[in-house]
């Protein structure tokens, strides 16, 4: 029985890490799940370029590291390529929670079908955000306005458009970051981004944001089946 479980994360940048790092792993401290980003493949490369060879490499290689270690990623759908498992039977959806579904199953299925002796059944938890970090970031219009300095009725009018955050993205000028910086030009990713994100915190993005919240159910209940062993 263990009372604590330890869970690497896979990330797609800077940001990404920040987040998990900063806001993330001391929320979910709290209950004795530690969590460790690690940028995918080349620390200090630019996101967007995400493709599941290189993410791959990375799972392989931590989950031979520690048998008690969980792996996990923090990747988004908008910026996975071709090679990624699921990622042309998700193009038909338009449902988070069912994009999110095809790809983390397909990526299990990828996953299993050659690391199934180091355990990936139970100790790697796939995750695809729907669709980047700062769809989080609308998970409050209130906060989100007050820190951009910006008309609430602005964030009101872009989540009426899409019905909810994690459908906030439809083409390189209209995903979330796209949006953030027509709203506010001098909006940064890792700074006024993890500022906004720590403003709001994670329990109202998990009110919010159900893929994002079924990802932390996922691990969560990882965490309680430990305790039984």
């Known amino acids: 029985m263990s009372n604590f479980i330890n869970i690497v994360v896979i990330v797609e940048g800077k940001t990404e890490e920040i987040f998990i790092k900063d806001i993330l792993a001391p929320y979910l401290?709290?209950?004795?799940?530690?969590?460790?980003?690690?940028?995918?493949?080349?620390?200090?490369?630019?996101?967007?370029?995400?493709?599941?060879?290189?993410?791959?490499?990375?799972?392989?290689?931590?989950?031979?590291?520690?048998?008690?270690?969980?792996?996990?990623?923090?990747?988004?759908?908008?910026?996975?390529?071709?090679?990624?498992?699921?990622?042309?039977?998700?193009?038909?959806?338009?449902i988070p929670t069912e994009i999110a579904k095809i790809i983390n199953d397909a990526t299990q299925k990828a996953v299993d079908s050659k690391l199934c002796d180091y355990d990936s059944e139970r100790r790697f938890i796939p995750n695809i955000i729907v669709h980047e970090f700062e769809a989080l970031l609308f998970s409050d219009s209130g906060e989100l306005a007050r820190q951009l300095n910006v008309n609430k009725k602005d964030i009101l009018i872009i989540l009426e458009e899409c019905g909810e955050p994690e459908k906030i993205n439809d083409s390189s000028k209209t995903a979330p970051s796209k949006r953030l910086n027509h709203l506010y030009k001098r909006y940064k990713k890792t700074s006024t981004g993890i500022v906004i994100a720590r403003a709001i915190?994670?329990?109202?993005m998990r009110e919010q944001c159900v893929v994002f919240d079924n990802w932390l159910q996922v691990i969560e209940e990882k965490m309680n089946r430990n305790k039984l062993l």
């Open 29 to 94: 401290a709290k209950n004795n799940i530690f969590m460790t980003p690690i940028i995918i493949s080349k620390p200090g490369q630019k996101g967007g370029d995400v493709r599941f060879s290189r993410a791959f490499n990375d799972i392989e290689k931590h989950l031979k590291q520690r048998s008690n270690t969980y792996i996990s990623l923090f990747v988004d759908y908008y910026g996975i390529k071709g090679d990624w498992p699921g990622i042309d039977s998700a193009k038909s959806k338009t």
């Open 201 to 204: 915190g994670v329990e109202r």
